[in-house]
Nanobody, 125 residues
């Protein structure tokens, strides 16, 4: 069972990136999913979460108005559109999925059952 994140890279301040995450070995369609990030020397922190059908989202204060999490209906993939990127957004970004019985959004790391390997996002100043 894997979640594969992709789309990271190097971008200048003010630029944009779009991260994608899809599941393999298990269908994550219909469960809540989220994005987290971990900067060097820091704890992993929540970024955004989306409910099972894509109708409800939740964001960390630091990314509100700049990042958008989305999915197509109750599909197996989740996306993170990141605009107006700042150097402090530099981190490894992880996608995660909650257990099948949990369909609502959550920004609590411990509420997620499945994790991807992460993709590096670097924002240069």
């Amino acid at each position: 069972v894997q979640l594969q994140a992709s789309g990271g890279g190097l971008v200048q301040t003010g630029g944009s990136l779009r991260l994608s995450c899809a599941g393999s070995g298990r269908n994550f369609g219909g469960v809540a999913m989220g994005w987290f990030r971990q900067a060097p020397g820091k704890e992993r922190e929540p970024v955004a979460s989306i409910n099972w059908n894509g109708q409800t989202t939740s964001y960390a204060e630091s990314v509100k108005g700049r990042f958008t999490i989305s999915r197509i209906n109750a599909g197996n993939a989740v996306y993170l559109q990141m605009n107006s990127l700042k150097p402090e957004d530099t981190a490894v970004y992880y996608c995660a999925a909650r257990a099948p019985s949990y369909k609502v959004v959550s920004l609590i790391e411990g509420s997620y059952a499945y994790w991807g390997l992460g993709t590096q996002v670097t924002v240069s100043s």
